[in-house]
């Protein structure tokens, strides 16, 4: 069992920047695959970023290449996501998800544990 929470929503006006922040706790953290969603209202939740267990493999939606990353700090349990030059198309709910194998993987039913979200909004 891994429990996820995340922290580092806000507001923030488009062109800005936050840093999503996801602190695992439970079984073994360091050996699972890792990956951002976000669902914004009335869409389906979508893929934004995910990573294998030791972070040396990423991928991105095409959408957020070149502005969001990715990345772990498996000493201390966490997974982050740097988001820059934020658009209002940005705004949504974030998760966290944990996959249950090392792999990367980019579909939300590989991913078996997830936190509670954490709202972005980017204003104009």
């Known amino acids: 069992q891994v429990q996820l929470v995340e922290s580092g929503g806000g507001l923030v006006q488009a062109g800005g920047s936050l840093r999503l922040s996801c602190a695992a706790s439970?079984?073994?953290?360091?050996?699972?695959?890792m990956g951002w969603f976000r669902q914004a209202p009335g869409k389906e939740r979508e893929f934004v970023a995910g990573?294998?267990?030791?972070?040396?493999?990423?991928y991105y939606a095409d959408s957020v290449k070149g502005r969001f990353t990715i990345s772990r700090d498996n000493a201390k349990n966490t997974v982050y996501l740097q988001m820059n030059s934020l658009k209002s198309e940005d705004t949504a709910v974030y998760y966290c998800?944990?996959?249950?194998?090392?792999?990367?993987?980019?579909?939300?039913?590989?991913?078996?544990?997830w936190g509670q979200g954490t709202q972005v909004t980017v204003s104009l």
């Open positions: 998800a944990a996959a249950t194998g090392t792999g990367l993987r980019v579909r939300p039913t590989s991913y078996g544990y």
């Open positions: 439970g079984r073994t953290f360091s050996s699972n695959a």
């Open positions: 990573m294998n267990w030791n972070g040396d493999t990423t």
